[in-house]
């Protein structure tokens, strides 16, 4: 099936840093990419959706100007953290569908980023 | 109310037994349904999607999928310790790839 890979797998960083983390899809293209967060023990949580070359589309509460989505190419969405907190903390997750209009079965999840904000 | 409802468990089932699991939603306009599974520390992997009523059986796992009652179950036969995990249920509301997701039931099978 077609590999979605995420970069770094895990990051520790102070209070008010900013961290980038990029999902790449690896044999396929994706114009569409989503970003989630799923905190301990709940469910995952869609924070945004990526477009190639045009504005992210964030979900209602998210804030756009912490969490900014740079969909560089066909294959590269990134996620930065802006002036991360502790509550920042997170597992953060990307996916993309291989098949855009095909079925919702072809959307393939990254590895996940262990985000650890001290 | 919370869109896509599960039970958090866990549900503990001997080895060789039947699991079920439950999920309801509470949109109407749900188009697709999918079971996944996480394993502790990673990112969640498709099981099962069910499109329409009814059931869909994939080897030991059958997922059954009723609108009317807005309920969707996952039925895992021949349960294996190995099938220890949490269990997310999803729902896309449109023609979108946006998932919905549960909160997840964690299974435990025991030797």
């Known amino acids: 099936g077609a590999v979605v890979s995420q970069h770094p797998s895990r990051v520790i960083c102070k209070s008010g840093t900013s961290v980038k983390i990029e999902c790449r899809s690896l044999?396929?293209?994706?114009?569409?990419m989503f970003w989630y967060r799923q905190f301990p023990k709940q469910s995952l949580m869609l924070m945004a959706t990526?477009?190639?070359?045009?504005?992210?589309?964030?979900e209602q509460g998210v804030e756009k100007d912490k969490f900014l989505i740079n969909h560089a190419s066909l294959t590269l969405s990134t996620l930065t953290v802006t002036s991360a907190h502790p509550e920042d903390s997170s597992f953060y997750i990307c996916?993309?569908?291989?098949?855009?209009?095909?079925?919702?079965?072809?959307?393939?999840f990254g590895p996940g980023t262990r985000l650890t904000v001290l | 109310q919370k869109e896509v409802e599960q039970n958090s468990g866990p549900l503990s089932v001997p080895e060789g037994a039947i699991a079920s699991l439950n999920c309801t939603y509470s949109?109407?306009?749900?188009?697709?349904f999918f079971w996944y599974r996480q394993y502790s520390g990673k990112s969640p992997e498709l099981i099962m999607s069910?499109?329409?009523?009814g059931d869909k059986e994939d080897g030991r796992f059958t997922a059954q999928l009723n609108k009317a009652s807005q309920y969707v179950s996952l039925l895992i036969r021949d349960s294996q310790p190995s099938d220890s995990a949490t269990y997310l249920c999803?729902?896309?509301?449109?023609?979108?790839?946006?998932?919905?997701f549960g909160s997840g039931t964690r299974l435990l099978v025991r030797p």
């Open positions: 069910i499109y329409s009523n």
């Open positions: 996916s993309a569908p291989a098949n855009p209009g095909g079925s919702p079965d072809t959307q393939y």
């Open positions: 044999d396929f293209q994706a114009t569409t």
């Open positions: 999803a729902v896309t509301l449109d023609s979108s790839y946006k998932l919905i």
């Open positions: 990526s477009n190639e070359g045009s504005k992210a589309t964030y």
């Open positions: 949109d109407r306009g749900s188009q697709s």
